[in-house]
């Protein structure tokens, strides 16, 4: 078969199969008289070979070595091809992301993609230092495209760089709510951590009701977190967290002052006072617990607290009983 016959057939053009040729892939096994190759039924099949193992990834040379080499062995190639096209993909997937970014930041010329290319490498600098400046330049000088600043915040361990980070989050509205949520359901403790710290500094309501639906998130830390952010916020679905934070000894300072907050509302304030009372009521509640309990009773208002310090000021627990007495002095210092 004519060279020109089998480019029809095989879907090769002439060029290509001349540069076979040269190369040593496929020499075709005759010539007619006229001088013109001539391929046998072995030599297309070893074309289709060719294509195939080309379509797969291979250079010609290493398609060479897998039809010629008698000791190759095609898993150990297959092996590295997975790997080469994995690092393939995470690198176009990167500058898919990169591009998607710029664009999102919908920069009027060139100077604004060049300005946004060099902050998106600032926030994956080495140095915290780099890392910071750009989170504090995304809301200050060249706007950053959200996803790039969860990204990062979620990422980041320095805590002064996570700080900005946060902060440009908070500045950035509502965008930001929704991909902080799937940081929540990350398999990583660490970015459920950041992800709700983040939440926690977002002023908008969408934060707030995804904190809301992290008070029942398995996470412990993810609770606490939401709680004391929550209760900052005046949400009274914090309380029972907070209060078991106080008997658990876990932030159980910002704890208390969440409460505090909470308490400004007169009806709340005996809800509060009752509930920390019943909490020291518990047989279960060790002596430290107790002590705390009554430390957070102090900067809840009204005659239920009161009553109840009175009470605690003839405890048998003679920690809390001067606990509960001394901040009975204080309070009617201040009144």
Known sequence: MLIGEVARRSGVSARMLRHYDSLGLVRPTGRTAAGYREYSGE??????????????????????????????????????????????????????????????????????????????????????????????????????????????????????????????????????????????????????????????????????????????????????????????????????MLMDMIVEGANDADAADALSTLAGDPALADQIATGLVDCLARGTVGSSARRRLTQALADIPGITTSRALADLSQDEDRGVALTAAYILTLRSARS
């Open 43 to 240: 030599d297309i099949r070893r074309i289709f070979h060719i294509e195939s193992l080309r379509s797969l990834g291979l250079s010609l040379r290493e398609v060479g070595c897998a039809l010629d080499d008698p000791d190759f062995r095609p898993s150990e190639l297959v092996d590295d091809l997975i790997r080469r096209t994995r690092d393939r993909i995470a690198g176009e997937t990167a500058l898919l992301t990169r591009l998607r970014r710029i664009g999102a930041a919908e920069p009027a010329g060139w100077e604004g993609v060049l300005q946004t290319v060099a902050l998106l490498q600032e926030l994956g600098a080495e140095s915290a230092g780099k890392r910071q400046r750009a989170a504090l330049s995304s809301v200050e000088e060249v706007p950053v495209p959200v996803e790039a600043l969860v990204e990062a915040a979620l990422s980041e361990s320095d805590p002064n760089v996570a700080g900005a980070l946060r902060w440009a989050l908070a500045q950035s509205g509502d965008g930001g709510s929704a991909l902080l949520a799937e940081g929540l359901g990350s398999s990583a403790a660490e970015v459920r951590k950041r992800a709700v710290q983040s939440l926690a500094e977002m002023p908008n309501g969408a934060a707030t009701a995804l904190l809301r639906d992290a008070l029942a998130h398995s996470d412990i830390v993810v609770r606490r977190y939401a709680a004391l952010a929550l209760g900052a916020r005046g949400v009274t679905d914090a309380v029972p």
